[in-house]
């Protein structure tokens, strides 16, 4: 009968299923995998939003020429400020002339952008920022093409 007895527990132990143990230790691996893709996923999410936002203001820079002559009127950038602080060359969030900027975005100037009501453009040097990243762009005369600087996106 003792031959019986021990060959029921060793059987009973090896019927199948997993340990809390081993359970717990699995979900530990499968948390801490997925806490380093969402990561990289979260980031890859925020550079796709970001490289968006960039062509759509590289695209209204470039259409600033049809407005112009649509309206038939010119079109400075950054406008010159009624409160008299002319030394400001650079445009927050929102919108000015033609141009509609997502939230948090600046674009620096180095000189006003005179877009004439002909749809000709003096050009500019410009660089987009969001935060601490800064994007360069110029903008070329006569048909406001942008080129990127350097490697910038």
């Given at each position: 009968?003792?031959?019986?007895?021990?060959?029921?527990?060793t059987s009973a132990r090896c019927s199948?299923?997993?340990t809390l143990l081993e359970m717990v230790v699995v979900l530990a691996?499968?948390?801490?995998?997925?806490?380093i893709?969402?990561?990289?996923v979260f980031s890859m999410i925020d550079s796709w939003r970001v490289r968006t936002q960039l062509d759509d203001i590289d695209q209204q820079f470039q259409h600033l020429p049809v407005l112009a002559r649509q309206r038939g009127?010119?079109?400075?950038?950054?406008p010159p400020d009624?409160?008299?602080?002319?030394?400001r060359r650079r445009l927050s969030s929102g919108s000015a002339e033609g141009l509609h900027l997502p939230p948090d975005w600046l674009v620096h100037f180095d000189r006003r952008l005179v877009v004439t009501g002909a749809g000709f453009c003096r050009g500019a040097r410009i660089v987009l920022q969001?935060?601490?990243h800064t994007y360069p762009r110029i903008v070329t005369a006569p048909f406001c093409r942008?080129?990127?600087?350097?490697?910038?996106?």
């Open positions: 009968m003792p031959t019986s007895v021990i060959s029921r527990s199948g299923g997993y691996i499968m948390a801490l995998v997925m806490g893709a969402a990561v990289r009127e010119t079109i400075v950038l950054p009624v409160a008299g602080s002319r030394g969001k935060g601490v942008l080129q990127l600087v350097g490697g910038a996106p």
